[in-house]
Protein backbone atom coordinates (compact mmCIF):
# COMPACT_ATOMS: atom_id res chain seq x y z
CA UNK A 1 0.00 0.00 0.00
CA UNK A 2 1.67 3.65 -0.89
CA UNK A 3 0.71 5.41 2.12
CA UNK A 4 1.24 8.60 0.28
CA UNK A 5 -1.82 7.97 -1.52
CA UNK A 6 -4.08 8.04 1.56
CA UNK A 7 -5.86 11.50 2.38
CA UNK A 8 -6.60 12.09 6.36
CA UNK A 9 -9.38 10.88 7.38
CA UNK A 10 -11.04 13.53 8.70
CA UNK A 11 -10.90 15.04 5.07
CA UNK A 12 -12.14 11.82 3.84
CA UNK A 13 -14.91 12.05 6.47
CA UNK A 14 -15.93 15.67 5.66
CA UNK A 15 -16.09 15.22 1.70
CA UNK A 16 -18.34 11.73 2.45
CA UNK A 17 -20.75 14.37 5.13
CA UNK A 18 -20.64 17.18 2.04
CA UNK A 19 -21.43 15.20 -0.59
CA UNK A 20 -24.61 12.80 0.84
CA UNK A 21 -25.92 16.04 2.25
CA UNK A 22 -25.39 18.18 -0.08
CA UNK A 23 -23.95 21.70 2.49
CA UNK A 24 -20.96 22.54 4.74
CA UNK A 25 -23.15 23.69 7.18
CA UNK A 26 -25.10 19.94 7.33
CA UNK A 27 -21.89 18.17 7.11
CA UNK A 28 -20.55 20.61 10.08
CA UNK A 29 -23.94 19.74 12.09
CA UNK A 30 -23.45 16.04 11.45
CA UNK A 31 -19.75 15.45 12.52
CA UNK A 32 -19.99 17.97 15.08
CA UNK A 33 -17.57 20.61 13.45
CA UNK A 34 -17.18 23.80 12.64
CA UNK A 35 -18.32 24.54 9.31
CA UNK A 36 -15.32 26.16 8.60
CA UNK A 37 -13.36 23.42 9.53
CA UNK A 38 -15.68 20.96 6.79
CA UNK A 39 -14.45 23.87 4.18
CA UNK A 40 -10.92 23.46 5.43
CA UNK A 41 -10.48 19.86 4.94
CA UNK A 42 -12.47 20.03 1.29
CA UNK A 43 -9.87 22.24 -0.27
CA UNK A 44 -6.98 19.81 1.67
CA UNK A 45 -8.50 16.84 -0.32
CA UNK A 46 -8.83 18.54 -3.21
CA UNK A 47 -5.21 20.06 -3.29
CA UNK A 48 -3.86 16.49 -2.23
CA UNK A 49 -5.97 15.02 -5.78
CA UNK A 50 -5.28 17.64 -7.84
CA UNK A 51 -9.13 18.15 -9.09
CA UNK A 52 -12.28 19.55 -7.95
CA UNK A 53 -14.35 17.05 -6.41
CA UNK A 54 -17.66 19.96 -5.25
CA UNK A 55 -18.75 22.88 -6.86
CA UNK A 56 -21.28 25.38 -5.19
CA UNK A 57 -24.73 26.05 -6.46
CA UNK A 58 -27.50 28.19 -5.51
CA UNK A 59 -29.10 25.08 -3.72
CA UNK A 60 -26.14 23.67 -2.00
CA UNK A 61 -22.80 21.49 -3.12
CA UNK A 62 -23.14 19.64 -5.48
CA UNK A 63 -20.70 16.60 -6.68
CA UNK A 64 -18.49 17.25 -9.85
CA UNK A 65 -18.29 13.91 -12.34
CA UNK A 66 -14.58 13.24 -10.59
CA UNK A 67 -16.12 13.95 -7.15
CA UNK A 68 -18.93 11.68 -8.09
CA UNK A 69 -17.26 8.57 -8.99
CA UNK A 70 -14.72 9.58 -5.91
CA UNK A 71 -17.59 9.69 -3.16
CA UNK A 72 -19.03 6.38 -4.32
CA UNK A 73 -15.85 4.98 -3.12
CA UNK A 74 -15.00 7.12 -0.43
CA UNK A 75 -18.72 6.22 1.02
CA UNK A 76 -18.12 2.51 0.17
CA UNK A 77 -14.85 2.21 2.35
CA UNK A 78 -15.87 4.63 5.08
CA UNK A 79 -18.91 2.02 5.48
CA UNK A 80 -17.08 -0.91 5.52
CA UNK A 81 -14.81 0.32 8.17
CA UNK A 82 -18.05 1.62 10.59
CA UNK A 83 -19.82 -1.73 10.00
CA UNK A 84 -16.84 -3.71 10.87
CA UNK A 85 -16.03 -1.15 14.39
CA UNK A 86 -20.12 -1.66 15.06
CA UNK A 87 -19.69 -5.59 15.08
CA UNK A 88 -16.88 -5.54 17.48
CA UNK A 89 -18.17 -3.01 19.85
CA UNK A 90 -21.71 -3.47 20.11
CA UNK A 91 -20.43 -7.04 21.07
CA UNK A 92 -19.89 -5.98 24.45
CA UNK A 93 -22.63 -2.84 24.78
CA UNK A 94 -26.13 -2.82 24.88
CA UNK A 95 -27.11 -2.21 21.33
CA UNK A 96 -29.11 0.83 20.09
CA UNK A 97 -31.86 0.80 17.64
CA UNK A 98 -34.17 4.10 16.20
CA UNK A 99 -37.11 2.87 13.94
CA UNK A 100 -39.74 4.90 12.60
CA UNK A 101 -42.90 3.68 11.48
CA UNK A 102 -46.14 5.01 9.69
CA UNK A 103 -48.62 5.54 12.41
CA UNK A 104 -51.70 3.35 11.09
CA UNK A 105 -50.12 0.17 11.04
CA UNK A 106 -47.22 1.21 14.08
CA UNK A 107 -50.66 1.37 16.35
CA UNK A 108 -52.89 -1.40 14.74
CA UNK A 109 -50.31 -4.03 13.72
CA UNK A 110 -46.69 -4.12 14.73
CA UNK A 111 -46.85 -2.16 18.63
CA UNK A 112 -49.16 -5.29 19.50
CA UNK A 113 -45.84 -7.58 18.63
CA UNK A 114 -42.95 -5.37 20.06
CA UNK A 115 -43.41 -6.40 23.20
CA UNK A 116 -42.01 -9.58 21.78
CA UNK A 117 -39.09 -8.55 20.09
CA UNK A 118 -38.40 -6.54 23.28
CA UNK A 119 -38.74 -9.67 25.26
CA UNK A 120 -36.56 -11.61 23.08
CA UNK A 121 -33.87 -9.09 22.87
CA UNK A 122 -33.25 -7.37 26.35
CA UNK A 123 -29.69 -6.38 24.95
CA UNK A 124 -31.08 -3.88 22.09
CA UNK A 125 -32.19 -0.58 23.88
CA UNK A 126 -35.44 0.39 20.95
CA UNK A 127 -36.60 3.84 20.36
CA UNK A 128 -39.93 3.16 18.39
CA UNK A 129 -41.37 6.31 16.83
CA UNK A 130 -44.24 6.60 14.78
CA UNK A 131 -43.66 9.57 12.29
CA UNK A 132 -46.04 10.57 9.07
CA UNK A 133 -42.72 11.12 6.98
CA UNK A 134 -39.75 9.14 6.39
CA UNK A 135 -36.59 10.22 7.91
CA UNK A 136 -33.72 12.33 5.27
CA UNK A 137 -31.56 9.24 4.79
CA UNK A 138 -29.00 11.43 4.45
CA UNK A 139 -28.56 11.80 7.60
CA UNK A 140 -28.21 9.58 10.57
CA UNK A 141 -31.07 10.38 12.99
CA UNK A 142 -32.79 6.80 12.73
CA UNK A 143 -31.35 3.25 11.95
CA UNK A 144 -34.24 2.24 10.15
CA UNK A 145 -38.03 2.86 8.83
CA UNK A 146 -41.21 0.76 7.97
CA UNK A 147 -43.41 2.77 5.11
CA UNK A 148 -46.18 1.33 3.30
CA UNK A 149 -45.12 1.51 -0.26
CA UNK A 150 -47.04 1.51 -2.88
CA UNK A 151 -46.28 0.92 -6.64
CA UNK A 152 -46.58 4.38 -7.94
CA UNK A 153 -44.19 5.21 -4.99
CA UNK A 154 -41.60 3.31 -5.27
CA UNK A 155 -39.16 5.00 -7.15
CA UNK A 156 -39.34 7.71 -5.09
CA UNK A 157 -37.04 5.90 -2.31
CA UNK A 158 -33.64 7.54 -2.04
CA UNK A 159 -30.77 5.49 -3.61
CA UNK A 160 -29.08 5.57 -0.57
CA UNK A 161 -31.47 3.27 1.23
CA UNK A 162 -31.87 -0.47 1.20
CA UNK A 163 -35.03 -1.87 1.96
CA UNK A 164 -37.12 -5.45 2.63
CA UNK A 165 -40.41 -5.79 2.06
CA UNK A 166 -41.75 -8.10 4.54
CA UNK A 167 -45.61 -8.22 3.43
CA UNK A 168 -47.94 -7.25 0.32
CA UNK A 169 -51.61 -8.03 1.16
CA UNK A 170 -54.75 -7.95 -0.34
CA UNK A 171 -56.86 -4.30 -0.54
CA UNK A 172 -60.37 -4.45 -0.53
CA UNK A 173 -63.57 -2.33 0.96
CA UNK A 174 -64.40 -2.80 4.23
CA UNK A 175 -67.73 -1.36 6.29
CA UNK A 176 -69.87 -1.37 9.32
CA UNK A 177 -72.73 -3.86 9.61
CA UNK A 178 -74.92 -0.89 9.87
CA UNK A 179 -73.80 0.89 6.85
CA UNK A 180 -73.68 -1.93 4.62
CA UNK A 181 -77.43 -3.03 6.04
CA UNK A 182 -78.11 0.27 4.44
CA UNK A 183 -76.79 -0.29 1.02
CA UNK A 184 -78.79 -1.50 -2.26
CA UNK A 185 -76.91 -4.85 -3.29
CA UNK A 186 -73.87 -4.15 -5.70
CA UNK A 187 -74.52 -4.96 -9.42
CA UNK A 188 -71.97 -2.93 -10.27
CA UNK A 189 -68.42 -1.61 -9.03
CA UNK A 190 -69.28 1.88 -10.54
CA UNK A 191 -71.96 2.17 -7.89
CA UNK A 192 -69.34 2.24 -4.82
CA UNK A 193 -69.65 6.09 -6.23
CA UNK A 194 -72.89 6.29 -4.79
CA UNK A 195 -71.48 5.90 -1.22
CA UNK A 196 -69.38 7.69 1.19
CA UNK A 197 -65.40 6.74 0.28
CA UNK A 198 -63.23 7.45 2.75
CA UNK A 199 -59.75 8.58 2.40
CA UNK A 200 -56.45 8.70 4.15
CA UNK A 201 -54.19 11.26 2.61
CA UNK A 202 -55.91 11.71 -0.67
CA UNK A 203 -58.02 9.25 -3.04
CA UNK A 204 -54.86 7.28 -5.07
CA UNK A 205 -55.57 4.60 -3.23
CA UNK A 206 -59.41 4.30 -4.05
CA UNK A 207 -58.67 6.20 -7.87
CA UNK A 208 -55.96 2.94 -8.18
CA UNK A 209 -58.36 0.16 -6.93
CA UNK A 210 -61.39 1.33 -8.98
CA UNK A 211 -59.17 1.16 -12.26
CA UNK A 212 -58.17 -1.87 -11.82
CA UNK A 213 -61.48 -3.10 -11.17
CA UNK A 214 -61.74 -1.43 -15.03
CA UNK A 215 -63.14 1.62 -14.29
CA UNK A 216 -61.86 5.03 -15.67
CA UNK A 217 -61.75 7.55 -12.54
CA UNK A 218 -61.15 11.01 -14.44
CA UNK A 219 -62.07 13.37 -11.99
CA UNK A 220 -60.90 13.63 -8.13
CA UNK A 221 -62.86 11.31 -5.79
CA UNK A 222 -65.50 12.80 -2.95
CA UNK A 223 -65.21 11.50 0.56
CA UNK A 224 -63.32 12.69 3.62
CA UNK A 225 -59.40 12.72 4.36
CA UNK A 226 -58.29 11.65 7.36
CA UNK A 227 -54.81 11.04 6.99
CA UNK A 228 -54.31 8.20 8.56
CA UNK A 229 -55.15 4.75 8.47
CA UNK A 230 -56.49 3.80 12.03
CA UNK A 231 -58.81 6.87 11.42
CA UNK A 232 -60.57 6.08 8.47
CA UNK A 233 -61.11 2.56 10.18
CA UNK A 234 -62.90 4.41 13.12
CA UNK A 235 -64.71 6.24 10.70
CA UNK A 236 -65.68 3.25 9.34
CA UNK A 237 -66.84 1.50 12.70
CA UNK A 238 -68.84 4.17 13.17
CA UNK A 239 -71.26 4.01 9.83
CA UNK A 240 -69.01 7.20 8.02
CA UNK A 241 -68.57 4.85 4.73
CA UNK A 242 -66.50 2.56 2.65
CA UNK A 243 -62.27 2.05 3.33
CA UNK A 244 -60.33 0.33 1.61
CA UNK A 245 -58.24 -1.91 4.08
CA UNK A 246 -55.64 -5.00 4.04
CA UNK A 247 -55.67 -8.17 7.20
CA UNK A 248 -52.75 -6.70 9.08
CA UNK A 249 -54.58 -2.65 9.59
CA UNK A 250 -57.97 -5.09 10.29
CA UNK A 251 -56.62 -7.32 12.78
CA UNK A 252 -59.67 -9.06 14.60
CA UNK A 253 -62.62 -6.78 13.17
CA UNK A 254 -63.70 -9.25 10.74
CA UNK A 255 -63.63 -12.33 12.86
CA UNK A 256 -65.73 -9.81 15.48
CA UNK A 257 -67.96 -8.40 12.87
CA UNK A 258 -67.46 -4.91 13.70
CA UNK A 259 -66.44 -4.53 10.20
CA UNK A 260 -67.64 -6.47 7.22
CA UNK A 261 -66.25 -6.75 3.25
CA UNK A 262 -68.31 -4.60 0.95
CA UNK A 263 -69.14 -7.34 -1.99
CA UNK A 264 -70.55 -7.44 -5.35
CA UNK A 265 -73.71 -8.72 -5.06
CA UNK A 266 -72.70 -11.65 -8.38
CA UNK A 267 -68.94 -12.38 -8.68
CA UNK A 268 -65.85 -11.01 -6.60
CA UNK A 269 -63.84 -7.71 -7.21
CA UNK A 270 -60.44 -8.24 -8.64
CA UNK A 271 -57.70 -9.07 -6.21
CA UNK A 272 -55.69 -5.79 -5.65
CA UNK A 273 -52.15 -5.56 -3.90
CA UNK A 274 -50.79 -1.27 -3.90
CA UNK A 275 -47.63 -2.65 -2.70
CA UNK A 276 -45.84 -3.95 0.74
CA UNK A 277 -44.90 -3.00 3.92
CA UNK A 278 -40.96 -2.43 3.61
CA UNK A 279 -38.39 -1.71 5.88
CA UNK A 280 -35.92 0.95 4.68
CA UNK A 281 -32.27 1.74 6.29
CA UNK A 282 -29.15 3.48 5.12
CA UNK A 283 -26.83 0.97 3.50
CA UNK A 284 -24.21 1.64 6.28
CA UNK A 285 -26.49 0.72 8.85
CA UNK A 286 -28.21 -2.43 7.07
CA UNK A 287 -25.78 -5.22 8.34
CA UNK A 288 -25.32 -2.98 12.04
CA UNK A 289 -25.88 -6.33 14.30
CA UNK A 290 -29.02 -4.39 15.94
CA UNK A 291 -31.28 -3.55 12.66
CA UNK A 292 -29.85 -7.26 11.19
CA UNK A 293 -31.74 -8.57 14.52
CA UNK A 294 -34.41 -7.04 14.20
CA UNK A 295 -35.24 -7.00 10.26
CA UNK A 296 -35.13 -10.77 10.67
CA UNK A 297 -37.19 -10.40 13.20
CA UNK A 298 -39.80 -8.48 11.15
CA UNK A 299 -39.77 -10.97 8.51
CA UNK A 300 -40.29 -14.16 10.72
CA UNK A 301 -43.06 -12.19 12.47
CA UNK A 302 -44.53 -11.09 9.40
CA UNK A 303 -44.27 -15.02 7.72
CA UNK A 304 -46.12 -16.50 10.85
CA UNK A 305 -48.69 -13.94 10.58
CA UNK A 306 -49.27 -14.95 7.01
CA UNK A 307 -49.11 -18.34 7.62
CA UNK A 308 -51.65 -17.84 10.32
CA UNK A 309 -48.90 -19.22 13.32
CA UNK A 310 -49.99 -17.05 15.52
CA UNK A 311 -47.84 -19.00 18.70
CA UNK A 312 -44.96 -17.46 16.61
CA UNK A 313 -46.03 -13.89 17.44
Known amino acids: MNHKLLPPLAALRAFEA ?82 WCIPGFASLWLS ?10 PSIDLDFRPADASPDFRSKEVDGDIRYLRRWEEAAVPKVAYKLEFARPLVFPVASPGYVANMKPLESVEELLSYTL ?21 DE ?39 VRVELAQGDFVPVRFGGYTLLAREDRWSTPALAIFRRWLRRTADAYEAGDFSQL
Open 221 to 259: LPGPRLWHAHLTLNAARQDRGIVLANPMLLGDELADGRL
Open 18 to 99: VGRLGGVRKAGKELEIDHAVISRHIRTLESLIGKNLLVREPTGYQLTDDGQVYHQEIYKALTTIATATARLTETTERKKLRI
Open 198 to 218: LHEDNDLEWRHWLEAQGMTIS
Open 112 to 121: DRLGDFIKHH
